[in-house]
């Protein structure tokens, strides 16, 4: 297999560093300034909800007129204005895509006082962090963090993807005390904890964690799940496909450039580029030679480049166009979908796009490996060609494999039709 390199907010497999040894200089850090009582006396019951500024800096405003009661921790041992601040970091956290492979989390920074600093939540995969992204928005209002306390819905990650770990970036920016839900199930990003306690950051978890695994939803489902073919922690995984209106992927002298127009072809250089792996097999390799890189519209590649996953027993060509720039290539001897998600899971990708053809799509929707199905349809007929899916093990349509669509669009004269799996009756 050839050398690493994480795709799309992925870990690093055996290569997972000393998260405690930090990237930033503290002396550097962008989020000093005017200094927070850090001490954690007495406390309001009644705590400050914020209401959001399109900045992501809140403007405090109390949400009650009660007496102030003690700061007397509560029996997770979080201080009653902060069980305030995590219902908000909840909510924050449903403002995230449901549809993607990053979990859905939320961060409020509070003074010990219960005062909002700024909140962030997670965007999507490609975006910053929830605590990254509230550490931005206090910097922008021109708000000092330093002793105060994060209350983030999910375990803080140590992991290095295409960012330092988020629980290194709390510490450096003077954060004294960390708050959280849901400890992280996944392996390759878990440890953000024993990370801030290293570092001299107090920290408390477990805290409402019934209703944090609810706002965590299916991600956290395919982290902690046993799932079909043996594969844990199973990635987010789609399946791409673009065909004519009968169901063509190709012509009968094998030709497929383009079937789509410029408008699909360009969504779905947008997909490759938010993905942490694109698998195809050798047969597709070897017909088409594709450069599987995320492009911009101008041809250049895109900031994010996926892994180049080929599987198959035949080599990989020297000239091979999957050998040029773009992302790391690795080549997995293997016809088993099931032993090519569990490499991509191990190695912390948590997206995968399957564009490797009609006997790659059926062998993943088969072993009941597919998340999501990704329909590029153009107003075109072949009439003779390959099928966009081949042999299914269907033998009456009583076993049909249904979908719920999810969301079609236009895109020029193309539609695209996104459809998950219907359980079975």
């Known amino acids: 297999m050839d050398g690493h390199r994480p795709g799309n907010d992925s870990g690093r497999k055996g290569l997972r560093r000393d998260a405690s040894a930090s990237p930033f200089a503290p002396t550097s850090s962008p989020f000093h300034g005017g200094r927070i009582d850090a001490n954690r006396g007495a406390a309001p019951r009644d705590a400050i909800r914020p209401s959001t500024t399109e900045a992501g800096t809140p403007t405090a405003r109390p949400t009650g007129t009660g007496t102030p009661t003690s700061g007397a921790s509560t029996a997770s041992g979080a201080l009653p204005h902060e069980l305030t601040a995590m219902h908000r970091a909840f909510e924050l956290s449903a403002r995230g895509p449901a549809a993607d492979p990053n979990p859905r989390v939320g961060c409020v920074l509070i003074t010990s006082a219960g005062e909002v600093i700024a909140e962030g939540w997670h965007r999507g995969a490609g975006t910053s962090h929830a605590e990254v992204a509230a550490l931005a928005a206090a910097r922008r209002a021109g708000r000092d963090v330093r002793g105060a306390t994060a209350v983030v819905s999910l375990e803080p990650c140590a992991h290095w993807g295409r960012t330092g770990p988020c629980a290194v970036a709390l510490a450096d920016a003077g954060i004294a005390r960390v708050v959280f839900s849901v400890p992280d199930p996944n392996p390759v990003a878990a440890g953000g904890a024993q990370v801030l306690r290293q570092r001299g950051v107090e920290v408390i978890g477990g805290v409402e964690e019934e ?178 899916i081949s042999e299914l093990g269907i033998g009456t349509i009583a076993e049909t494999m249904r979908f719920h669509i999810i969301d079609v669009q236009r895109l020029g004269d193309d539609l695209l039709v996104i459809a998950q799996p219907r359980p079975p009756d």
């Open 211 to 388: 209703s944090g695994r609810k706002a965590l939803g299916d991600w956290l489902a395919r982290q902690t799940s046993s799932l079909a073919s043996g594969v844990e922690a199973r990635p987010h995984v789609i399946v791409k496909m673009a065909a004519t209106l009968d169901g063509r992927v190709a012509a009968s002298d094998g030709t497929s450039r383009w079937i789509t127009g410029a408008d699909a072809r360009g969504h779905a250089h947008r997909l490759r580029s938010r993905v942490g792996a694109i698998v195809v097999g050798t047969g597709t390799l070897l017909a088409d030679d594709p450069a599987l890189t995320a492009r911009l519209p101008d041809g250049s590649l895109a900031e994010h480049q996926p892994w180049r996953v080929v599987m198959g027993m035949r080599p990989i060509p020297d000239h091979a166009a999957v050998r040029g720039p773009g992302g790391e290539l690795l080549a997995l001897r293997t016809h088993d979908p099931a032993e090519v998600i569990r490499e991509l899971s191990s190695r912390g990708v948590n997206e995968v796009l399957i564009e490797g053809g009609p006997i790659i799509a059926s062998a993943f929707l088969a072993a009941g490996l597919v998340s999501e199905l990704h329909a590029y349809i153009a107003p075109a007929l072949l009439g003779a060609g390959a099928h966009a």
